[in-house]
Every structure is written in C-alpha cells, then in structure tokens.
C-alpha cells in the first residue's frame, strides 16, 4: 500500500497528541490524588462516592446527635443523683424525728431539712438544658413545678409525652422525662406533697403518719433509682453506639478512598510511563523528518 | 529527409511531453499539503506509425489524471458524520457533567445538610438558632436545585445555538458547493485539469458539510455533485442550494430544522454534528432536567405532607414549608422555601402536637432522607439524585468511547484514501529523476538529430 506524506504525519500527530492526553491525565491523576474526577472516569464508582458521601453525613449527624444526647444525659444523671441524695437527707431528719422524745428543736430542725430538700427537689426537677426543661415532657418551656411563697409545690405542669433524639436508623434515646413519673409514678401523691404531708406529721408529733411519710419518701427513692438505672442503660447505648459510629465512620471512608481515590503507586508508575511514551512520540516524529529521497539528490 | 524531420518532430514532443510529466511532478508537490488535493497522473501513450517501416511518431500525452477513489469518498461522507455525532455528543454532556458536580459537593450535599438541620431541631425543637438553621438550609436546597437546573437548560441553549451556527454553516457550504457545480460544468468536469481542481476542493466542501449534516450525494454527469438530506429533501441540485432555515418550536422555544420546502428534518437529523447536538439537547439534557424535577418535586411534596401536618412554634398548624408545586415539570427550577417561612423561624412545624418541646415531626422529616419514598417507594433522594450523575456519567464516557471508535475508522479511511490520493514526495522525487533522464535523453537525440540534419545538408551543398 502507498503510505503518502499526509499518512505519516496524520497518524505521528495523532501518536503525539494521545501520549500527550495520557501525560495529562496521570499528571492530573497524581496531583489532585484522585482517580475519578468526573462521572464519566467511572460512573460507577462515582455513585459508589455518592452513597459514601451520604452515609458518612449521616455519621455525622447521627454522631452530633448522640454527643447532644450525652451532654444532657449527664445532666440528667447529676440531677437524679442529686434527688437521691436529698431524698436519703430527708429520710434521716424524718427517722430522727420518729420518736416520742422529740424535741421541739430537733423537730424543728427536721421541718427545716425536710423543707429544704423539698425546695431542693423542685429545683432539680426544674432542670433546664440550653433554655429547655428537661423534665416537663414535651412541654420544654413550661417549668414542670412551681412554689408559691409558702413553699407550696404546685401539680405537675408538664405532660407526659417524652422526647427522643435519633442517633441511628432505629435508635432514639430519651432528650427529656416525664417529671411526674419520678415524682410521683403510680403513687396517690406525690413527692412534695409526701415532704408537706411529714412537715405536719412532725409538727403534730404523729408518730403513725411520720413513719407513713417515711414509706412514702422510699417510694419516690425507688422511683428516682429506677429512672437512674433506666438512664444508665440510655447512657451504655450510646457509649456503645458512639464506638460504633466511629467504626462505620472509617469503613465508610475506606470505602470512598476505594471509589474514587487514586493508587499513590500505580498513579506514579502510570505517570513515569506515559513521559517515556511522550518523549517516545516526539522523537519518532522528529525522526521521520529526517529522511528523504530529495536529501540523496547531488 | 522527412524522415529525419519527423524525427525532430517525435523528439519534440517527447521533450513536451517530459515537460509535462516535470510540470505534475512540481503540482504534487506545491500541493502535497493542501487539503483534498488528489495527485495528479500525467497519461502518456505512443503515438501510432504512419507507415509500416516506422517504429512510431513518439510519444502523445492523453491528458492529466487525477487519482482518487469514489467509494472511499462515499464511505468517509457516511463514517464522519458518526465520528462528528459522538464528538458533539461528547463535547455537550460534557459541559453537563461538570455542572453536575463531584460526590459530596453538590445536589446531595444540599439534601443532607437539608435533612440534617431538622435532625438537629430534635435536640431542641425551641432553639431560634436551630429553627434559622432549617430556614437557611431549606433556601440552600431550593438554591441548589434552581441553579442545578438553570446549568442544564443553558447547556440545552448552548447546544441550541450551536444548532444555528451549524445549519448557518451547513447554507455556506451548500452554497459553495453549488457555485463549484457551475464551474465544474463549465471547465468540462473531471476531463481537464482546471476541472479536476474544481472537483478536488468541491469534494473537500461536502466533507466538511456531511460532518455537519448527514447527506446523500450523488455524482452529476457533468462531473458536479448534488446532494439531498432527512428523507430525499434536495439541498444541492447543480448549481442551486436550498438553504435550510431554523424556526422556534412552539412551547419550548428551541430551534427546528426545514427543509426550503418547509420539511421539518428535525428528527430525522440523527448523526452528524448536528445529529449530536439535537440529540444533547432533545433527548439527553431533557432526560436530566425531567429526573432533576422528580427528585425536587418529590422532595417538596414528602416534606410538605409531613410539615402541613405538623405544629410550628406558635401552636398553629397547615404550613408548607415549601411552595407547594402543581407538578414535577419545572419543580427544579421553581423550589423556594414558603415565604411565611422564610420570613418567620416560628412557623417551622416540628411537632406533631402543639407542646413546644415535640420534636416528632421534625424527626420525621429528617427520617425521609433514607426512606425509600421515590419511584413508587423503591428510591431514597440520594439514590435518585445518584441515578442521575450515573446517567451522566455512562452517556458522556459511552459518546466518549464512540467518539474514539469511529476516529478510528475515519483515520483508516484516509489512510486509504491517501494511499490513492495522497502525494508521496518520496514516490515524486523519483518521478521527477525518472522526467528528468527523459528530458535529459531526448535532449541529447535532438542534438543527435540535427547534427544528422546538418551532416545532410552539408552533402547537398
């Protein structure tokens, strides 16, 4: 076959110009660290980016949430550790005074206590969390108790619909409590009322209704330990979960490098080899200009 | 002595036509670059004796030759087309996918951080700073999406107007090639050598329009071309052009392809620059715009249902979130965030009841980013908006691919033609060492000749 002028250096342009587009791209490839940088790289592995993507948002987002969670929990679980505190305060100045002995000021010094622990109590149940109250239901700016000047403790102003925060597809931990549930749970009164109830018990010297007070505060102490306990299996979750987050967090990045990111190694190779494939192409195009029948003519 | 004399006649025109062979040899050569130029043969024949003890009267030149292959013109007018469709195709989705973004930075990106907003209005559905975030991550997704398909419809204009510079480019041809259909006749077609010129450069000009625009051509008796396009409309017929005209569809605004008798060939352009750009602009960008408006109206109906339904700060509900939208056609470019909305953080519904602190409906529409709510509840919004930068991607490197394909083949197609066509200066410069002796020895005969003549004469005197 006749291999005309314009054959030659079609086809040499042509060489050129492809070692030139693969230089090119392994330089690209090397300097972004990227082996898919538009759709049409790989289409699949793009989509396979764009689900890691998303999953690693979701990570995040379920990560955030359980950090909230944990931050209010912990207030949550100072609080409960507090009521059980003065709840224990409270029955020993009542057992003190669940005696025939009693002096006026050792019965005195028991309405004091009581009453500071019943001021106490309110103030634990009326928690706030940036600006929210924890243990209202979802009645987050209603405070769940309120005390007139007398010390007199209102019902229950919230509800009993509690809140949860998602911190994964199909788990949600509590972000706020039912306060009557603690208060008072199934009881035919509740904590404060218990606490006005053995004020008067001590002051009349009743000793049956004193011991009655008694039973009543290891009520509401029960109530508060089980709501504890129930809040440290919360708090286990999402220790265990936030471990687990972390743990998908990597796979999901690995996964993502996998997709889309080039091989360091390979990437460097390919671009070693397509320098010599351009130098290569150059210097046959150089080569072919050089000989010619016309250079042998005397 | 006649014989002698025809002698000298023989040797000049076999000096003449030496001359001529010398004269081809430079037309290669000057011509060995110009584009479509065929090389040219000198035809050489003996010329015949006048009487039977002669050995011949010398040589006659028949003509020049122009050499090229008819079939391998037809085969590269049908293959180019394909070559220029992908190249267009390519070019266009191109643009496409570079609007279209990288993973995690684009559409996506917008929808989670969407979703994420009302995730973190659970932690406290009260918080100003939480409710003004939802409020700014809903105008960031209309945004998104609004400019996402503002991208994809001026990509469709873009290709539009190209379609316009294409078919003005097609006219301008069309009308070349029909002027050289004159000429050619005039200069007496392939027979003579200003003829074959003419050919050469007209057979360039339907090169270059059948990249453009896919046609039929068929060779005239006089050696000219005519040409016919979509179903047998004429655009050439000797040495009349029937430009082609482009008109605004009705609705869509978008350019339609007739015929001078009114033809539309719209459809029926599916290969050549042109086929490519129609079909970015018909089928390929339509495609992305109507899986774009999907996904955006779907997004506004899932979270308005929930949203409507739910309670705002205030205790009131029945408040879109977004503008509600009659349809997905459009959806894309027309998702805004309720002006009550946007204007009042308040009035963001994150309750199913009217206590301040319920936080449910905004878990609900946090939940919708990785339910399958699409598509007749078999697609989550990643998965449709994932779908599409697949579409994008394998449409691009698919026409990517062809595009090489059928470069390929061009190129193959050319390299036969030039190994007919083609001017090899190797191959010349022999020709001319081969005229050149010629010349050289019919120089040296007519001196031989003549001092013959001379010895002749000088007997007689």
């Not at chain 1, 342009?13 to 070692?19: L, W």
């Not at chain 2, 000049?12 to 090389?39: C, D, F, I, M, W």
């Not at chain 2, 609705?251 to 086929?275: C, E, F, Y």
């Not at chain 2, 308005?304 to 009659?326: E, I, M, S």
């Amino acid at each position: 076959m006749r291999v005309a002028f314009n054959t030659i250096y079609r086809s040499t342009i042509d060489d050129v110009n492809r070692a030139a587009q693969e230089l090119t791209d392994r330089q690209q490839e090397v300097s972004s660290g990227l082996r898919v940088r538009v759709p049409s790289d790989d289409p699949t592995a793009t989509t396979v980016a764009i689900q890691e993507h998303d999953q690693l948002n979701a990570i995040g987002q379920y990560s955030s949430n359980a950090d909230a969670a944990v931050a209010r929990l912990h207030v949550v679980d100072s609080v409960m550790s507090d009521m059980v505190t003065q709840l224990t305060v409270a029955k020993t100045a009542a057992a003190g005074a669940l005696t025939s002995t009693a002096t006026a000021g050792q019965k005195e010094g028991a309405i004091a206590t009581l009453q500071s622990v019943r001021d106490a109590l309110v103030s634990d149940l009326n928690t706030s969390f940036h600006g929210s109250y924890i243990f209202s239901g979802s009645k987050v700016t209603t405070a769940p108790y309120t005390q007139s000047g007398g010390g007199v403790v209102s019902s229950y102003q919230g509800d009993t619909n509690t809140m949860s925060i998602a911190i994964d597809k199909q788990i949600s931990v509590n972000s706020t409590f039912d306060g009557s549930a603690i208060a008072q749970g199934s009881a035919a009164t509740d904590v404060f009322t218990d606490i006005s109830n053995l004020i008067t018990a001590i002051q009349g010297g009743n000793l049956s209704a004193i011991n009655s007070g008694i039973q009543n505060l290891n009520g509401a102490f029960d109530r508060v330990a089980s709501a504890q306990t129930a809040l440290g299996i919360d708090e286990q979750t999402l220790t265990g979960q936030q471990a687990r987050l972390t743990a998908s967090q990597q796979a999901s990045t690995t996964r993502l490098s996998k997709a889309q990111d080039a091989n360091m190694a390979e990437a460097i190779s390919g671009l070693a080899q397509a320098t010599t494939a351009q130098q290569a192409a150059l210097g046959a195009a150089a080569t072919l200009n050089k000989v010619s029948l016309f250079d042998y003519f005397k | 002595m006649s014989g002698l004399f025809g002698l000298l006649s023989a040797t000049a025109r076999a000096l003449e036509a030496q001359t001529y062979g010398l004269n081809t040899v430079s037309q290669n050569v000057a011509n060995v670059n110009t584009p479509g130029y065929s090389r040219r043969q000198v035809e050489l024949a003996a010329s015949a004796p006048t009487d039977a003890l002669s050995a011949g009267n010398g040589v006659d030149v028949l003509g020049v030759r122009s050499e090229h292959d008819t079939m391998l013109d037809q085969r590269l007018w049908q293959e180019q087309p394909l070559q220029q469709q992908q190249s267009a195709l390519a070019n266009s989705l191109g643009v496409v996918q570079v609007a279209i973004g990288t993973p995690g930075t684009s559409i996506d990106s917008s929808l989670q951080q969407f979703f994420d907003a009302f995730s973190t209005l659970t932690q406290d559905p009260v918080s100003s700073s939480n409710r003004q975030q939802v409020v700014r991550q809903g105008q960031a997704l209309a945004t998104a999406f609004n400019q996402m398909a503002d991208r994809l419809m001026s990509a469709q204009q873009n290709a539009d107007s190209l379609v316009k510079t294409d078919v003005d480019a097609v006219n301008a041809l069309a009308s070349q090639i029909a002027s050289l259909n004159d000429a050619i006749a005039q200069a007496g077609g392939g027979a003579t050598t200003s003829g074959q010129a003419l050919q050469d450069a007209q057979r360039q000009l339907v090169g270059q329009l059948t990249q453009l625009l896919p046609a039929t051509v068929t060779t005239r008796s006089d050696g000219g071309l005519d040409l016919s396009v979509g179903s047998g409309q004429v655009l050439i017929a000797g040495g009349n052009a029937y430009a082609l005209t482009t008109t605004p569809q009705a609705g869509s605004g978008l350019l339609a392809i007739k015929t001078s008798d009114g033809t539309d060939i719209t459809s029926a352009v599916t290969s050549g620059h042109l086929g490519g750009l129609l079909a970015a602009r018909d089928v390929n960008i339509p495609d992305y715009l109507s899986q774009l408006d999907d996904l955006a109206y779907a997004v506004v109906t899932q979270v308005n249902t929930k949203h409507v339904a739910g309670y705002d700060l205030n205790g009131n509900t029945g408040q879109n979130f977004f503008t509600a939208l009659g349809s997905a056609s459009g959806a894309a470019a027309a998702i805004a965030v309720d002006p009550a909305v946007a204007g009042d953080a308040t009035k963001v519904a994150a309750g199913t009841t009217a206590t301040p602190g319920d936080n449910e409906t905004a878990a609900d529409i946090a939940a919708l980013s990785t339910q399958k709510v699409m598509n007749s509840g078999t697609t989550t919004f990643n998965d449709a908006w994932s779908a599409l930068v697949y579409a994008v991607g394998q449409d691009t490197q698919t026409a990517q691919n062809q595009e090489q394909t059928h470069t390929s083949v061009v190129q193959q197609i050319q390299n036969l033609q030039d190994s007919i066509s083609g001017v090899s200066l190797d191959e010349e410069a022999m020709s001319m060492m081969k005229f050149q002796r010629a010349y050289q020895a019919s120089a040296q005969m007519f001196s031989v000749v003549n001092m013959t003549l001379d010895t002749l004469l000088q007997m007689v005197r």
